[in-house]
C-alpha cells in the first residue's frame, strides 16, 4: 500500500508542476513584428554611451509574422545583413526573442561565437541585447515601424 500512495505523490507532484517557460501567442508577439532600430549602445566603462550617429555602427532588425528576421548593420561605408528564424517566449514575465541565424554569422551578438542571438522587451518597451552580461556592448533597439 506505501508504494501505492509514494507513486500517487509523484505522479501527483510531477503534474502540478508548470513549467516557468512558454510560448508566447501570437496575438501577444504581434506587436513586435516591424522594424527595430538600434538607439544606443554603452560599453563596460561608466559613461561609455552613445547614441545616433556616434555608435559605432548603425544596426536594425526586422522581425516578420511568418518566424523569420533579418539583421542589418553598417558600419563605415558597409552593409552587412543576415537572416534567420526567432522564437519569442516569455521567462517569468518578460519577453525573449531567441534568434538563430542562418549559416555562420558574423552579427549574431552573443557571449558564445556561434550563431544564436538573444534580446528581451525591457519594462520600457525596448529591445536589449544580451551581450553585455560577458562584456560585450550593451545594445538598444526601438521599435520604429
Known sequence: MKKIGIIFILVLSLFSCSNETKEISDS???????KWTLIKMSGTFPDSETTGNQMEWQE???????GTFVKTRVRNTTTTTESGTFETKDINGITYFELTFLG???L???C????K??????????LTGTWRTCDGP???YKKSQ
Do not use: M, Q, W
Request: hydrophobic share 40%.
Open 138 to 140: 550593451g545594445l538598444v
Open 112 to 115: 558564445y561565437g556561434n550563431s
Open 60 to 66: 536594425f532588425y526586422i522581425f516578420k509574422a511568418d
Open 104 to 106: 555562420n554569422s558574423t
Open 108 to 110: 549574431a551578438g552573443n
Open 117 to 126: 542571438e538573444s534580446l528581451f522587451i525591457d519594462a520600457d518597451g525596448l
Open 28 to 34: 501577444f508577439t504581434s506587436d513586435f513584428h516591424g
